[in-house]
């Protein structure tokens, strides 16, 4: 009898009055309203399966660190990146500081006419210009030499080298200046040490980048006075950029130079000048032809805009 009893009853481990307090599918109770993390009694609901599961919790349960202000808004968006404008002088000076730190190069002093590394030469150094002008110039198959950059302070030299191995043309000093020379396994072991190390040869690999698109852009839509005009504003931004007079240029190459650059000949290089100087646009200094004033550098730009527009109306009625 006792056997056939104990068989009908259900199998547990608690007493048989403990069975009769445990509530069949209750959940649990929030804690007392008097409790100092009381949660309110809206809220002392069975959570959704989502929201257990991102708790932490079992379904059905509130899980027990769950308070109204951990619960963050259904709603809510990622605010945007704030991008604040930065001054390219004072950025320029914190590159130059942060090389000088890292890197501690060595600093040598140029002349014009001196040459820091010619086309074909093998590539191991890698330069960053602290005072003076440079031009890069390219050589045909058959001899022709073309300028195909201009460097100023504050840029770098020698990474077009990287590619190959050996640089594509040559760096040619056009005043006395003043270069950093930094070997480029120096570099990279400053890179892979220092993050604000890459980022510093980072921005200036894609400032070079900017730089020979802007001047790509200008030779292919300009017609040859509003190239002349963009060159002058070009090299004024580049000054003030640096900290330098932009209202005052000394060209430190010649008309030929400049030609050869911009892709005319030197007679229509020297007449784009002077029709520029008869329009007020630049007046030319006492010294010479190569210092050039620019009384309001805003209505020459807005000469060259003129003349990029007039170019495209010509193009499209063609």
């Not at 086309?119 to 030499?145: C, H, M, W």
């Not at 270069?179 to 890459?198: G, H, K, V």
């Not at 008869?278 to 020459?300: A, D, M, Y």
Request: hydrophobic residues 45%; glycine residues 6%; contains cysteine.
């Amino acid at each position: 009898m006792h056997s056939a009893i104990a068989l009908a009853s259900p199998p547990s481990d608690l007493p048989r009055d403990r069975l009769r307090d445990v509530p069949a599918s209750r959940p649990r109770q929030a804690p007392a309203a008097n409790s100092a993390n009381a949660v309110p009694r809206d809220l002392a609901k069975p959570l959704p399966l989502a929201d257990t599961i991102l708790a932490g919790a079992t379904p059905g349960l509130i899980a027990p660190d769950l308070r109204p202000s951990a619960r963050p808004p259904l709603h809510l968006s990622v605010a945007e990146p704030q991008v604040f404008p930065r001054d390219p002088q004072q950025r320029m000076l914190e590159v130059m500081r942060t090389i000088r730190d890292i890197i501690q190069p060595a600093a040598k002093v140029v002349r014009a006419g001196d040459m820091l590394f010619r086309a074909a030469q093998p590539f191991n150094t890698v330069y960053l210009i602290n005072a003076g002008a440079f031009k890069l110039v390219s050589r045909s198959l058959d001899g022709r030499e073309q300028i195909v950059s201009l460097k100023f302070r504050g840029d770098w030299l020698g990474f077009s080298g990287i590619a190959q191995g050996r640089h594509p043309c040559d760096a040619v000093a056009m005043d006395t200046g003043n270069i950093s020379i930094i070997p480029y396994d120096t570099l990279l072991q400053a890179c892979a040490r220092y993050p604000e190390m890459m980022a510093v040869v980072h921005e200036g690999m894609s400032a070079e980048i900017t730089h020979e698109r802007q001047s790509l852009m200008s030779v292919c839509t300009l017609a040859s006075l509003a190239r002349v005009a963009e060159f002058l504003c070009a090299w004024a931004r580049s000054m003030h950029q640096r900290g330098l007079r932009a209202d005052e240029l000394t060209l430190r190459m010649t008309r030929a130079d400049l030609g050869n650059f911009l892709g005319m000949t030197l007679e229509t290089v020297s007449r784009c000048l002077s029709k520029l100087n008869r329009e007020g646009l630049i007046v030319f200094g006492e010294r010479g032809r190569r210092q050039i004033s620019i009384p309001n550098r805003e209505r020459l730009e807005q000469f060259v805009i003129g003349g990029s527009m007039s170019r495209g109306k010509l193009a499209a009625a063609a």
